[in-house]
């Protein structure tokens, strides 16, 4: 019930605000620095034309993402109002009934905007990468870990690390925790599991350290613990890799790894999606995961309490990550905006009014042409659980 009545503040409130005015301007003064922010919100389906919310006292799945990430932009607002910090934020709707996404970006006053941030799909990426090249300014992608198939554009970067890069990452990481360690890497057939080892034969053939050791094991759909355990060593910690995005995937092998953790000590090294697994839950029980994610929020950060306890008193509930990555978007670049004006796009990769996680913005080149395809966020927090609870952060 919490869960609801939180969602449901949050909706009014967005309704409420965008009937009111779709912009935000931080001061009083007259400014040109504009921040458009593009978000999946589905104000039109939630409610009536007479103004009544749809679903009574439940809340669509479909529309949670987009308002938790839009609370955490209220929020960064909020903090940019109070520093002073002069700028004017318009926020779409990506999910108007009113204009399909293609014509939202035909709207004249986008032109005079001087960055987009957006919670995108692969086709809205790649739409706001090509507009964003046309006007120059910079267009920050705050959640697709994907190129969407962007080339020779210095005006694109991705915060959410793309799969190639997680996968160099994760390789690094074993070479500097597990470097004398027998690796097994366990995959399944599939488009997406053949570029995932592609991604580690590269990191091998390109390493300048000692290449890692790891025994690839391709495993059929209704594999048994019998036939991972054929690949460890009772003596030993195995290192073990799942090589697979597939959630469903890795929740097996975690769940069959942990049948024969009184035998085989395993230290389980998952994929960005694990993220989304509650590893306190008693099938994962005995063994240890750790897995790559470009976000951190440190609750004992002064950010992170201030917005966990803005949430408590006002929603009785705890805000989400996307909640917290709505809020440093907004915030990290608002304040790299002011600070440059015209001239953000030059300082993308600066690493100040970071309030909650590192980033490592950094171009990635094209190998044949040499010129920037996009920018990528780098950095890489590595999070150890056990149990559900969280031993480390790398």
């Not at 705050?142 to 554009?153: E, I, K, M, Q, S």
């Not at 290192?239 to 389980?268: K, P, R, W």
Request: charged share 20%; hydrophobic share 40%.
């Amino acid at each position: 019930m919490k869960f609801i009545v939180l969602f449901l503040g949050i909706i009014l409130h967005v309704r409420t605000s965008f009937s009111q005015v779709d912009s935000t301007r931080l001061s009083d003064s007259v400014t040109t620095q504009q921040i458009a922010v593009f978000i999946p919100l589905y104000l039109d389906s939630a409610f009536d034309k007479k103004e009544n919310y749809r679903y009574a006292k439940q809340m669509p799945k479909y529309m949670q993402t987009g308002l938790e990430f839009w609370e955490g932009v209220q929020l960064a607002i909020d903090s940019l109002n109070s520093e002073g910090v002069k700028l004017e934020v318009h926020v779409y709707d990506t999910r108007s009934g009113q204009k399909k996404f293609d014509q939202l970006l035909q709207e004249p006053e986008l032109k005079d905007m001087n960055l987009f941030i957006g919670h995108v799909t692969v086709n809205e990426a790649a739409s706001l990468a090509r507009l964003a090249a046309e006007i120059q300014v910079p267009f920050i992608n705050a959640n697709l870990p994907n190129d969407a198939g962007v080339t020779n554009n210095p005006y694109y970067v991705i915060l959410n690390t793309t799969l190639g890069m997680h996968s160099t990452g994760i390789y690094k990481f074993l070479q500097k925790n597990f470097a004398l360690s027998q690796i097994v890497l366990f995959t399944r057939k599939g488009q997406q599991e053949d570029r995932l080892r592609s991604y580690f034969t590269s990191a091998e053939k390109t390493t300048a350290s000692v290449p890692l050791k790891i025994k690839t094991v391709t495993l059929d759909n209704n594999f048994t613990p019998a036939q991972l355990t054929k690949h460890l060593d009772m003596n030993i910690t195995n290192v073990c890799i799942v090589g697979s995005l597939d959630i469903n995937f890795g929740q097996n092998i975690c769940q069959q790894l942990s049948s024969v953790s009184e035998s085989y000590a395993t230290t389980l090294i998952g994929m960005p999606t694990w993220e989304l697994v509650d590893f306190a839950k008693p099938m994962y029980k005995g063994i240890e995961v750790i897995y790559p994610s470009p976000f951190y929020a440190n609750p004992n950060d002064k950010a992170v309490i201030s917005i966990t306890d803005y949430f408590k008193n006002k929603y009785f509930s705890k805000p989400t990550e996307t909640v917290f990555r709505g809020f440093e978007t907004v915030y990290h670049f608002g304040r790299l905006l002011d600070l440059h004006k015209d001239s953000i796009d030059t300082a993308i990769g600066e690493k100040k009014f970071l309030p909650i996680t590192d980033l490592d913005i950094q171009p990635v080149i094209n190998k044949t042409s040499n010129a920037t395809d996009y920018f990528e966020n780098r950095k890489l927090y590595f999070i150890k659980k056990e149990d559900g609870v969280i031993k480390a952060v790398y």
